[in-house]
């Protein structure tokens, strides 16, 4: 039986960046090149209890206006769902948001009548199927939580994947509601929820192809750097200090290897090449490696902030190198970086909890997220 009222709106609790990660080999390219690739452009929604307030099938909408948008006093603008460029860096265009680009919707209404204080609008919903939060209550029990506070906690949550095309970093606001497909006419959706700024992380490619030094290259949507800082991009060896137990704690930067990678078409291309060879230092016989990719938007930030220290890490990655690599200078004695060197930060340890830069597959909707790691995001699917 169709739904006769329109549902409750959403009980928004915040949005969140997310990502996911393919490790994989590169079948067309140089013997052993290693291949990861990060798809940005997701944000996770997170709602609190309760859900299906208008029975089953009850979705998470997105509103969407009609093309061009962007206008400040347009007043349609105010309930629909919203896309900026970052006004910082120069990067592709953006349009305003489609169904079309919210590739993993399950559903979209036709035209809606959405009420409003200045008058009803036509808009477009897509849908989402939200997914409760089961994470989360285990968290709660670990810590000792009773009875009463697990009825209370909970959470639901959806992930959305926007096809923000070759715009790097844009700014995307949520108009969210509640969508009931299986409604009469005029009660499908609910009042809109206003969601804060959500600024989508790029994609990102990391090719490293193993020899006598690394070649390392990245590419992906990045900005035009004339008039604007550009993106620093390094690339660092690090080894296992076998002394530290911790899987991330446990290594430690080479600090001689640092390598800036470089690009020659960061002007006139969308998706710049950034390229350049680590050098592979002599250590001992079978000891493992890494290599660290950390990318920074090279702003600098206000105040008494050291000069020396980063801008907002953009991506983050690390690549395992096999112990034994054809390295005709390793020998068995020490390298001669104690464990002082250990790199604090960004250790390729990861969001388990959607995000992160750890290996193997694609791991998705894995979501314990840690600042910092491939660009402050949470791992999604």
Same mark, same amino acid.
């Given at each position: ?336 970086? !104690? /464990?002082? $060197? *250990? %790199?604090? &930060? #960004? =250790? @390729? !340890? /990861?969001? $388990? *909890? %959607?995000? &992160? #830069? =750890? @290996? !193997? /597959?694609? $791991? *998705? %909707?894995?979501? #314990?997220?840690?600042? /910092? ?9």
């Amino acid at each position: 039986m169709p739904s006769s009222a329109p549902p409750t709106a959403p009980r928004l609790l915040y949005c969140v960046p997310t990502l996911a990660l393919e490790h994989l080999k590169q079948a067309d390219g140089p013997p052993g090149a290693i291949v990861h690739r990060r798809r940005g452009g997701g944000v996770r929604v997170f709602l609190d209890r309760p859900w299906f307030s208008s029975g089953d099938g009850e979705l998470l909408g997105v509103v969407l206006g009609e093309s061009p948008g962007g206008d400040p006093a347009s007043v349609r603008d105010a309930w629909v769902t919203l896309m900026g460029r970052d006004p910082i860096h120069r990067s592709a265009p953006v349009v305003a948001p489609t169904a079309d680009m919210f590739t993993n919707a399950v559903r979209q209404s036709g035209k809606l009548s959405l009420h409003t204080p200045s008058g009803s609008l036509d808009v477009t919903v897509v849908g989402f199927a939200p997914q409760f939060d089961t994470e989360e209550m285990e968290e709660r029990r670990e810590m000792g939580g009773t009875d009463e506070t697990e009825k209370r906690g909970g959470r639901w949550f959806c992930d959305l994947d926007i096809d923000t095309g070759d715009a790097c970093l844009p700014f995307v606001r949520l108009a969210l509601v509640r969508y009931q497909p299986d409604s009469i006419p005029g009660a499908e959706i609910s009042q809109v929820v206003l969601a804060d700024l959500v600024r989508t992380l790029p994609d990102r490619e990391l090719i490293v192809t193993p020899g006598e030094s690394l070649s390392v290259s990245v590419t992906g949507p990045s900005w035009d750097p004339t008039g604007s800082p550009a993106p620093q991009i390094t690339a660092t060896l690090q080894r296992r200090n076998s002394v530290v137990a911790d899987e991330d704690l446990g290594w430690v930067t080479l600090e001689d290897t640092a390598t800036v990678l470089t690009s020659i078409d960061a002007e006139s291309s969308r998706t710049p090449f950034y390229t350049g060879q680590v050098p592979i230092p002599p250590v001992r016989h079978g000891e493992p490696l890494r290599l660290m990719v950390i990318e920074t938007e090279g702003v600098r930030a206000n105040g008494l902030t050291s000069p020396t220290i980063p801008g907002p890490v953009v991506y983050c990655d690390t690549v395992n190198l096999s112990p034994e690599r054809d390295n005709p200078d390793r020998h068995d004695g020490d390298d001669g970086h !104690g /464990g002082d $060197d *250990r %790199h604090d &930060g #960004h =250790d @390729g !340890g /990861g969001h $388990d *909890r %959607h995000g &992160g #830069h =750890d @290996g !193997g /597959g694609q $791991d *998705r %909707h894995d979501r #314990h997220g840690r600042t /910092g790691d491939h660009g402050s995001g949470f791992r999604r699917g």
